[in-house]
């Protein structure tokens, strides 16, 4: 199993940016994004389930980034909206092969990308 991200990349504050992951080697119940900040922990941002249009999201960017997939390519894109500086991370996408509801658990995610760097400056 194989994840690649890209799309990373130095915005400005209140700028856009859509990473996408390119997932091959397997079927996924669900693709993911989470992200490392400087000094902090791995987070969960968002995921969408491969059987539904919507995703789930955090608090923190709920109304900002839009999580969606194309099933056919078994690739996941989020689009991140209105970015500020505290969006600045290493973003990771993940997949989870059998499903769970603690989907905002990094550990519950099996296989995960390389991450691609997020730089949002004020």
């Known amino acids: 199993v194989q994840l690649q991200a890209s799309g990373g990349g130095l915005v400005q504050a209140g700028g856009s940016l859509r990473l996408s992951c390119a997932a091959s080697g397997g079927t996924f119940y669900s693709l993911g994004w989470f992200r490392r900040a400087p000094g902090k922990e791995r987070e969960f941002i968002a995921r969408?389930?491969?059987?539904?249009?919507?995703?789930d999201y955090a608090d923190s960017v709920k109304g900002r980034f839009t999580i969606s997939r194309d099933n056919a390519k078994n690739t996941v894109y989020l689009q991140m909206n209105s970015l500020k500086p505290e969006d600045t991370a290493v973003y990771f996408c993940a997949a989870d092969r059998h499903g769970t509801w603690n989907y905002r658990e990094r550990s519950e995610y099996e296989y995960w990308g390389q991450g691609t760097l997020v730089t949002v400056s004020s």
């Open positions: 969408i389930e491969t059987a539904r249009l919507y995703g």
